[in-house]
Structure formats: structure tokens, C-alpha cells
């Protein structure tokens, strides 16, 4: 009997997937893969295009160059799972039958009731929405003087915030645009929950680039003109981008699998509350423990090695392999500069620092763009894509 193995998304999580599966299933499946894209989005380096939308060409990886010719590829906006009919619901096509699935489809901003904030604010989740912030930042550029400045503000000072007021600070610098960058945080500190090490080296950079950072003090309502906060005074903006949160895609809203907020509950082998669906990467919450693992792009690479060995071995009724997440560093660029933190020691050389900017952090954050290109294409394109990482 041949088994009908759906993977759905083109992140890290699905691209990974269908490159593990591809090497895995045998004759006896047949692979689907269902995406709203017809590319895979480098998206760790997305921001890059808010200074440069000539970058895109460097990040962004057609199907055809990571699909066999035997995978069969559908582009649509998978709009439900029904796990009773086993089949995926799509926006303009027909239901696509499966056996087994594995759900990858990413996370959407979370907005978290703050008012207003969802009608006035730009996100950083695709490719368009980074041409999008672009456009806008232009724009508000050539309209601003060095009297009135144009204002940018940044709402979340995680790795997505920081990396997009560095791409903005880079793009006012090279245009010599009349542009204030706003770094707005409501917890104590930027890269919340992370080392005060890493912490200070990140707010150096950003403070170094001009960007004006602000903690300690949540928005309570966004309007199209302005921010206001639980107690400092309201703070304009021209530009607002919001990277303060994920959650679940409303395609799994009546999906019948167990999850929070719209993302799906999975154990440490990424099998859900039913035995044919599987989920990794933003679109899970999988077990590891003590809390689950981190919704990262280098957590969705680590997984999708062994979920697709997994549902390989749910077909061949082979036990199921667990995963523990492992984590290997950060590295997180402000512009041109980056900083790296807990990078795990490579080829037996260990490093006599855990926190490290310079030359080195820098070519390591291309090193891994450059890694996860060659594994899902070639290295011929990872070193087309080195100038632009």
C-alpha cells in the first residue's frame, strides 16, 4: 500500500522536512508538499531586505531547487485539517487526501489585545511584509527634515526587533535620511530572558547606531499616529513595526489536536494527540521537559531531521525516535556588526570568550545562513548568497 505523506509549509521547518523525507521515504510513499509560496524564505536574514530589497534574490530558494521531481508541489493557502477525514483544506483547490501529514506552517503575530496595535503597525513574517517596511521607511524619509525628523518605532526587542532597528539604522546611514529609530521593549531589558552579557553587547551596538531604546514599559494602544504606554508619556510615530509575538495560524482553528493558541501540543518524537499528524517548528509547542523547545529557526532545523525520519518509521511501524533540542549559540546582527553568545565549540577548537562581536561574529552569522542554504540547495548557491547574508 502506498502511504500519502503531506507536508505543509515552506520555512525552515517544512523546507527541512520534505529534505529529510525526500532522502527517507521509500517507494512504497508518495510526498505532497503545500505551500502559500512557491520559495523558500531564508527568514533568519529578511530583515536584510528592509535596507537592500536587491537581497531577496540571496535568500529566497525556488521549490524546484529543492523538490525531486517526484515530490509533487501545490501552491495555496491551507485554510483547515480535518484529522477525522484526513485531509488538508485548501483556499482554491480541492481537499488533499494524506495518511500521514506534518504540520509546519510558522506562527502569525501575536498582537495580545493591545488596541490598535494589529490596524497600525507593520510585521516582519514574509518577504512582503519586509518590502513593505522598506517602502515605508523610504517613504517617511523623503518626507522628513533634519527639523522634523521622520519617527521609526520597533515594538519588541527580541531578536526580530533588534536585528530590524539595526537594517533600519543602516539604511538612514547610507541614505542620509532624516529618520529617529525607536527601540520599545515592556520588559526590564532588550533580548529578554537571555544573558545580561549578550544583553549589554546588543544595547552597545544599537545605542552606537542611534537607536533610542526604551524598557520597562508596555504599550496599552497603538493609533495611527502614536503609541501610549502604561506610564511614560505616548510616543510618535511615522513608522510602527510590531515583532513583539507569535501565534498559531488560523488554519488549525478547528483542527481537533490538542494545542495552545493555535499551536499544536506535540511529545519530543513531534507526534500530536493524533498518530498521523506531526508538528515542528512556530506551528508546535513539542516537549522537552522542563518547557518546550524555542520557537528559533535553528530549533526548526534540528527537528525536521528527525520528524522526517519519524514518519519514515510511522510507516514502516518502527519505533519513533525522541528529540532533545540542543542549543548551539546565538548569533544576532545589528546592521553590519554582529554579536555572538554560547556559540558550542566546533572541529575541537574551543573559544576563550562566551561573548563576542567583531570579524568573527559576523562571519559566523554567514557561515550559518550559508550552511542551511548548501544543505536545502547547493554550496554553489550558499557562496552566490555569502555577499548578501
Not at 151 to 172: H, K, M, P, Y
Request: a negative charge; aromatic letters at 6%; hydrophobic letters at 40%.
Amino acid at each position: 500500500m502506498t502511504e500519502n505523506v503531506v507536508v505543509l509549509g515552506a520555512g525552515y521547518a517544512g523546507t527541512g522536512a520534505i529534505n529529510r523525507l525526500q532522502s527517507e521515504l521509500g517507494d512504497n510513499a508518495r510526498l505532497t508538499w503545500i505551500a502559500d509560496v512557491d520559495y523558500h524564505l531564508v527568514l533568519h536574514e529578511s530583515h536584510r531586505v528592509i535596507r537592500d530589497p536587491d537581497v531577496r534574490s540571496d535568500i529566497t530558494f525556488p521549490v524546484n531547487q529543492i523538490a525531486d521531481p517526484s515530490t509533487r508541489f501545490i501552491q495555496d493557502e491551507v485554510t483547515g485539517l480535518d484529522v477525522d477525514e484526513q485531509t488538508v483544506e485548501l483556499a482554491d483547490g480541492d481537499d488533499v487526501e494524506y495518511d500521514y501529514v506534518l504540520v509546519g506552517l510558522g506562527s502569525q503575530t501575536a498582537y495580545y489585545g493591545i488596541p490598535g496595535l494589529e490596524e497600525h503597525s507593520l510585521t516582519l513574517k514574509s518577504l512582503d511584509d519586509a518590502m513593505e517596511i522598506h517602502e515605508a521607511v523610504k517613504d517617511a524619509g523623503r518626507e522628513a527634515t533634519r527639523g522634523e525628523p521622520a519617527q521609526v518605532v520597533i515594538g519588541g526587542a527580541g531578536l526580530s526587533g533588534i536585528q530590524t532597528a539595526g537594517e533600519i539604522a543602516e539604511f538612514r546611514d547610507e541614505h542620509r535620511a532624516p529618520i529617529e529609530i525607536h527601540l520599545v521593549e515592556a520588559l526590564e531589558e532588550i533580548f529578554p530572558g537571555n544573558d545580561p552579557e549578550i544583553q549589554q553587547a546588543l544595547r552597545d551596538l544599537l545605542e552606537e547606531a542611534g537607536v533610542q531604546i526604551h524598557t520597562d514599559d508596555p504599550i496599552t494602544e497603538a493609533t495611527a499616529d502614536h503609541i501610549e504606554f502604561d506610564e511614560g508619556e505616548p510616543l510618535d510615530h511615522d513608522v510602527l513595526v510590531w515583532t513583539g509575538g507569535i501565534t498559531g495560524r488560523d488554519a488549525l482553528d478547528d483542527a481537533d489536536l490538542e494545542k495552545e493558541h493555535n499551536r499544536v501540543n506535540t511529545g519530543a518524537n513531534f507526534q500530536t494527540s493524533d498518530e498521523r499528524v506531526f508538528a515542528i517548528g512556530d506551528s508546535a509547542i513539542i516537549d522537552q521537559g522542563d518547557q518546550p523547545a524555542p520557537p528559533t529557526a535553528q530549533a526548526a532545523w534540528q527537528a525536521a531531521e528527525v520528524a522526517g525520519e519519524n514518519i519514515a518509521r510511522a510507516i514502516e511501524n518502527r519505533p519513533l525516535k525522541t528529540w532533545e533540542h540542543e542549543d548551539k549559540g546565538t548569533v544576532i546582527s545589528v546592521g553590519e556588526k554582529a554579536v555572538a553568545h554560547g556559540v558550542k565549540p566546533a572541529f575541537g577548537i574551543s573559544l576563550p570568550v562566551d561573548t563576542f562581536g567583531g570579524f568573527p561574529a559576523q562571519n559566523l552569522k554567514k557561515m550559518i545562513a550559508a550552511r542551511w542554504i548548501a544543505d536545502i540547495t547547493s554550496w554553489n548557491a550558499a557562496r552566490k548568497s555569502w555577499p548578501s547574508l
